[in-house]
T-cell receptor, first 113, second 116 residues
Framework: EAQVTQNPRYLITVTGKKLTVTCSQNMNHEYMSWYRQDPGLGLRQIYYSMNVEVTDKGDVPEGYKVSRKEKRNFPLILESPSPNQTSLYFC????????????FGQGTRLTVV | AQKVTQAQTEISVVEKEDVTLDCVYETRDTTYYLFWYKQPPSGELVFLIRRNSFDEQNEISGRYSWNFQKSTSSFNFTITASQVVDSAVYFCALSESTGANSKLTFGKGITLSVRP
């Protein structure tokens, strides 16, 4: 079954404690990206990757890091989380360019206290 | 830069009413793709439809229909005879086919509540 898998689904952490949200896809997609969803703001892109070892900033990259060492995985790293990073996060993957459906993970609800 | 505007933020209807969700987009590309996604209360994003810029045919799928008009840069979504299960947040999104980052740009979403 084609899918994008994110873990964890829910996470509560404290300010400053490094965390990683994992994302894995099984469709051999070149393109992967991370979005955050906040009330009234819709989904905004954090980082994206066009292929292995090719990553770049999206619209709201501050406070986040990513890596793409393998085609299937695209983890999101918060080195020092802050309360303003409390949000719902989605990982997405697709072929390039995005002509067809982009597949989304189930979402990770992160709370930073 | 591409932009998607969903001017309606919240809509509330009674079951069996028809409802139209508006979407207006901006892009400089001649080739682009438009999408609608549904986000039910459980939180996942569910793909509903994709339309490319060269295909202005309207589409109907059961109770759902989409009206794409390039002249007004709009891609509106109508639910006929709404049901409680249609209650969700609906996002319109745009993807351009060129550029270094072929990203999806989302509107802010419309929260639809269907009351029994």
């Amino acid at each position: 079954e084609a899918q994008v898998t994110q873990n964890p689904r829910y996470l509560i952490t404290v300010t400053g404690k490094k965390l990683t949200v994992t994302c894995s896809q099984n469709m051999n997609h070149e393109y992967m990206s991370w979005y955050r969803q906040d009330p009234g703001l819709g989904l905004r892109q954090i980082y994206y990757s066009m292929n292995v070892e090719v990553t770049d900033k999206g619209d709201v990259p501050e406070g986040y890091k990513v890596s793409r060492k393998e085609k299937r995985n695209f983890p999101l790293i918060l080195e020092s989380p802050s309360p303003n990073q409390t949000s719902l996060y989605f990982c997405a993957s697709s072929f390039l360019p995005i002509r067809g459906e982009a597949f989304f993970g189930q979402g990770t609800r992160l709370t930073v206290v | 830069a591409q932009k998607v505007t969903q001017a309606q933020t919240e809509i509330s209807v009674v079951e069996k009413e028809d409802v139209t969700l508006d979407c207006v987009y901006e892009t400089r590309d001649t080739t682009y793709y438009l999408f609608w996604y549904k986000q039910p209360p459980s939180g996942e994003l569910v793909f509903l439809i994709r339309r490319n810029s060269f295909d202005e045919q309207n589409e109907i799928s059961g109770r759902y229909s989409w009206n794409f008009q390039k002249s007004t840069s709009s891609f509106n979504f109508t639910i006929t005879a709404s049901q409680v299960v249609d209650s969700a947040v609906y996002f319109c999104a745009l993807s351009e086919s060129t550029g270094a980052n072929s990203k999806l740009t989302f509107g802010k979403g419309i929260t639809l509540s269907v009351r029994p």
